[in-house]
């Protein structure tokens, strides 16, 4: 989606009370913008990385399997 105020930036949007956002701007910091814990903001001009993507989109389409595995035990 497109963040209020942002029309350079499209918004990569996440679950808010999961720690996502916070883990994707300590491995990532200038990289992207943030919007609170809520939103990843990609520019839309220019080249992305695709790495950071795949891994941020990954990390959200797996939190909840990684989070019960991790309290099992696996």
Do not use: K
């Not at 990569?12 to 009370?17: G, N, T």
């Not at 520019?43 to 019960?68: C, I, V």
Request: glycine share 12%; net charge positive.
């Amino acid at each position: 989606g497109q963040p209020r105020g942002r029309a350079d930036r499209a918004g990569l949007y996440f679950i808010c009370h999961t720690p996502l956002v916070g883990e994707f701007r300590a491995l990532f910091g200038d990289l992207f913008d943030y919007e609170g814990n809520r939103a990843v903001l990609l520019p839309l001009a220019g080249e992305l990385d695709r790495l950071p993507l795949e891994f941020m989109l990954s990390a959200a389409l797996t939190y909840h399997l990684r989070q019960r595995s991790a309290g099992r035990g696996w």
